[in-house]
């Protein structure tokens, strides 16, 4: 009887303690789990709430970014990296953000692709453009420039290429008597479909970073002291209000976008990298002065006829499409599409 119960009892004990170690194993194997995904689920959540942010910068047009294209983030316990990339990096239309969230020693990556594009910018077939209901003429005195031939950023010429635009473009039916050296491929052309920045420039003025109201002189006081306006890298949108009185431009070098409205004036020292549109002209004879010069294209539109167009003995309007580009994509007037989200 003894030693059945003994070996009744080594069982018994053999089985509980066999018992206990499975549910010991189990509860590990049930608390690895448990930690692993916490970790999984942390990562994930980090990489999203990254982009989240990332996506509110460009909506913010946030300028370290537009900068860097980098972006880091202390997140829910752990990091987010973000990084904007263009897949084909000879285009701007499309981006792809990829936000790589990390919580302890998990690691989850995410990828957004987008399209992005200005929301109101116009595209120009010429250096010059040209949307009025009637002119009499455009001079171009000599020595000056009118070019639609391809120049760099700094208005440097380049080499011919699928970029070269016109000389000028016009709207009107009838073509403007023309005097003087007008360049491009071709020299000129008719644009029936011309951007019509009456209508168009409203989403561009209220996201300006400099307002003017005339009568008002923009720019340094002389041809040694010139005010700058933005760069390459951060360019900029100032609208000046000539309605109530002349706004004269001078002793200035800018970068962006420039909208003159009504009566406005180019004065010497004047240059301006990117767009530049004149609308509602109210003059008689408009101008752009001596040495004036600007590298990227220009829109001039006016609603009364007989106006004449005179670029002044060396001033320059040079078309450059990285002037058109950088100006065209301002943060500021960016609209975002998602094409895919990946994850």
């Known amino acids: 009887m003894g ?21 010991n194993a189990s509860k590990k194997k049930v608390m690895e789990n448990v930690v692993g995904y916490h970790r999984y689920a942390s990562s994930k959540a980090i990489a999203h709430s990254g982009m989240n942010e990332v996506l509110r910068a460009l909506d913010n047009h946030d300028s370290v970014f537009a900068a860097t294209g980098q972006l880091n983030l202390e997140l829910l316990g752990g990091r987010a990296n973000i990084t904007r990339i263009y897949p084909d990096t000879s285009k701007t239309d ?17 990828k957004v692709h987008i399209a992005q594009g200005p929301s109101a910018f116009p595209d120009l077939k010429a250096a010059l453009n040209l949307r009025l209901s009637g002119v009499d003429e455009v001079e171009v005195e000599s020595p000056s420039e009118l070019s639609g031939f391809n120049h760099d950023i700094n208005g440097n010429l380049l080499a011919p290429s699928s970029n070269d635009k ?54 340094g006081p002389t041809s040694t002291s010139i005010q700058q306006f933005g760069t390459a890298a951060s360019p900029v949108i100032i609208y000046a209000n000539g309605t109530a009185g002349l706004v004269q431009f001078q002793n200035l070098n800018g970068y962006g976008i420039l909208l003159a409205r009504g009566k406005t004036y180019f004065r010497p020292n004047f240059t301006w990298h990117g767009l ?13 002065e001596n040495n004036a010069r600007v590298i990227g294209a220009l829109l001039i539109s006016a609603a009364k006829t007989g106006l004449e167009i005179e670029l002044e003995k060396g001033c320059k309007i040079q078309y450059s499409q990285a002037a058109m580009d950088m100006a065209k994509r301002i943060g500021k007037i960016q609209a975002y599409k998602t094409l895919s989200w990946y994850e």
């Open 166 to 219: 016109a000389g000028l473009a016009y709207f009107p039916v009838t073509k403007p008597e023309l005097e003087g050296a007008i360049v491009g491929s071709p020299p000129s052309v008719r644009d029936t479909a011309m951007w019509n920045p009456v209508t168009n420039a409203a989403s561009l003025i209220a996201v300006a970073d400099y307002n003017f109201t005339g009568p008002a002189t923009v720019g």
């Open 3 to 23: 030693r059945y119960s003994l070996i009744i009892i080594l069982g018994l004990a053999f089985t509980v303690g066999y018992l206990n170690h499975s549910m």
């Open 94 to 110: 499309t981006l792809d953000l990829v936000s790589v969230g990390k919580f302890m020693d998990s690691t989850f990556t995410m």
């Open 276 to 288: 530049v549109i004149a609308y509602e002209v109210n003059v008689e004879e408009w101008e752009i």
